[in-house]
């Protein structure tokens, strides 16, 4: 029986093994992916937390690129937490993996962090969720800090929103993914206390634009 509490990778647990080799051949991943980490410019003695960090792909490049950057990846769903821990040890990288949803008591002896990022996690929830997952962001922040989000976006073209309805919104619903596709996501950012917000880049893929956002926590 599914877990209802958390959407699981591809939408259900049984497709979990399948993750890594859908993201990477539906979603041009490594040009966005590359994008993001670029973006973040993980440094030494920063602390960065991970939100949904799936199988591990971005927490590892993270930390690939900057060995001394303390990496914190957070994920409800322990199938994809064990696929994420497997591939860092494969590596030999030392990433503080955590079971749970963002709340005060996951990452209380961690906080405040410098960067807080996360991918592919806000198309999958409702609008409050979203909401409530960026004012947590925003607490576990210091002062200053940085958000980076890499997502489905606003599908600004026809080809992008029939790509978008024909696979990520056949397989996650509609309620759920349609804010993301008309571009809520800028606005909930600036609504939970960010600023400085941009879209940094907007990559076209086989199943709709993906798009990288950041803010900074108000000094």
């Known amino acids: 029986m599914e877990d ?19 993201i990477a051949t539906l979603t041009r991943e490594e040009v966005w992916r590359s994008k993001l ?67 005060p008591e996951t990452v209380s002896d961690v906080k405040p962090v410098s960067k807080v990022v996360s991918s592919l996690v806000f198309h999958q929830t409702p609008v409050k969720e979203k909401q409530n997952i960026l004012s947590q962001m925003h607490d576990v922040l210091e002062t200053g800090g940085e958000l980076f989000i890499a997502d489905y976006g606003w599908q600004r073209t026809k080809m992008m929103r029939f790509l978008f309805r024909a696979s990520v919104q056949q397989l996650d619903g509609m309620s759920d993914t349609q804010p993301n596709a008309d571009g ?12 400085q917000i941009e879209e940094l880049e907007v ?9 990288i956002y950041s803010g900074i926590k108000a000094m």
């Open 4 to 22: 209802k509490s958390f959407t699981p990778a591809l939408g259900y647990s049984v497709l979990t093994p399948l993750y890594d080799f859908a």
């Open 37 to 103: 980490v670029t973006c973040v410019a993980p440094k030494a003695g920063e602390r960065i937390l991970d939100v949904g960090c799936g199988t591990g792909s971005l927490a590892i490049r993270l930390k690939e690129l900057s060995f001394l950057t303390q990496v914190v990846g957070l994920d409800p769903d322990p199938s994809v937490l064990g696929v994420a821990r497997k591939k860092a040890e494969e590596k030999h990288l030392e990433i503080d993996w955590r079971e749970g949803f963002l709340k």
């Open 184 to 195: 809520v996501l800028p606005r909930l950012i600036e609504d939970t206390g960010f600023i």
């Open 203 to 211: 990559v076209p893929t086989p199943t709709g634009s993906i798009s």
